[in-house]
């Protein structure tokens, strides 16, 4: 598993390993937010039976590859990446390197070894500046409004080319704005809770009128898990002068991962001010470029596919966000912004 140390491959592997899955976990525990979260993560892991940890940067194609053959790997679940839309407008080049040329190492690591299948994280954000909601893997992804957008639908294509020439397959995974323990610092519930409780204000973007697909991320790693299982195969019905975005002649599928609610932002604030007993201090600020004003998942393919649909209610899994951070801080509103 690539990405280990982040948000979502720390829960995955937890996961995975007390399900008796042996993990191996790589990761460069790059600076992009505190790198001592990175490591806290890899030290809670480090007690799991099955669980090992290689630091590795995975845009370095031979020390992956060589990783993937001498341990014999035969299914991969790559999460590694760059994240981030706004950080994608001031440091393009960190996601050409991390989600394109890392994506690249990924695809021959497990082209020259015959992995059985390779999961990755795509993004709803590769649905960019579609309106029509809720967003359906069936529709065309061919307008992206960021460039962290742009890699995520680059790895798609990516990844089809590699199931088409080289039978590989490839599911990718659409994730919508996950949340939960042990979150990422440069995301809204994070900023939100070390806000509100250290008492400072937060910014609302689009003057609060957004909403989002808030998907908990024990959710999210029950997804993964059950597609990891669920190998990737051509569909039989694909048909090449009507081609569905969605599926193909090859063993190459996308779906997406989401609560299927549309969640307001001032909803979600509101969830987090009942969690911490604090009222916030507003901030109303304009639309940020390269954001989108809505996220909502259809999730219908999920459900066929593996019989799971996200459905952790916004308010429970804020209440489990906020318990997390006061008790891995300590102190209210010590948590890195």
């Excluded at 409780?197 to 991320?217: C, H, K, Q, W």
């Excluded at 916004?314 to 209440?319: M, P």
Aim: with cysteine.
């Amino acid at each position: 598993m690539t990405g280990a140390a982040g948000f979502i491959g720390f829960h995955v592997a937890r996961r995975l390993c007390a399900d008796g899955r042996r993990v191996l976990g790589v990761d460069n525990l790059s600076p992009y937010y505190d790198p001592a979260l990175k490591r806290a993560r890899i030290d809670a892991l480090s007690g799991c039976p099955g669980f090992s940890f290689r630091p590795m940067d995975v845009a370095e194609p031979e020390p992956l590859a060589a990783l993937v053959r001498d341990e014999r790997v035969g299914r991969v679940i790559h999460l590694a990446a760059q994240p981030g839309v706004r950080h994608s407008l001031t440091h393009p080049f960190d996601y050409t390197r991390a989600n394109i040329d890392g994506f690249l190492s990924v695809l021959e690591a497990c082209r020259h070894n015959r992995v059985e299948h390779l999961v990755y994280a795509s993004s709803s954000s590769v649905y960019g500046a579609l309106a029509r909601q809720p967003f359906d893997e069936h529709a065309a992804s061919v307008h992206p409004v960021s460039l962290y957008a742009a890699t995520k639908r680059a790895n798609e294509l990516m990844a089809h080319t590699y199931s088409h020439l080289y039978g590989l397959p490839t599911t990718g995974l659409r994730f919508f704005t996950v949340y939960g323990p042990w979150g990422r610092p440069d995301m809204a519930p994070f900023k939100f809770t070390r806000a509100i409780l250290a008492g400072e204000p937060i910014d609302l973007y689009n003057r609060g009128e957004m909403s989002r697909d808030f998907t908990y991320v024990d959710d999210v790693v029950e997804g993964v898990v059950r597609i990891l299982g669920h190998v990737a195969a051509p569909d039989p019905a694909f048909d090449p002068l009507d081609p569905d975005p969605a599926t193909s002649h090859a063993p190459w599928r996308v779906y997406n991962i989401g609560n299927d609610r549309e969640v307001g932002l001032w909803e979600f604030v509101r969830a987090i001010e009942a969690a911490t007993g604090r009222t916030a201090e507003i901030r109303l600020k304009p639309m940020q470029p390269g954001d989108v004003p809505k996220t909502l998942a259809s999730v219908d393919d999920l459900k066929a596919a593996i019989g799971f649909r996200p459905d952790t209610p916004v308010a429970e899994g804020v209440k489990r966000f906020v318990d997390w951070y006061v008790g891995f801080y300590g102190a209210p509103g010590a948590g890195v912004g």
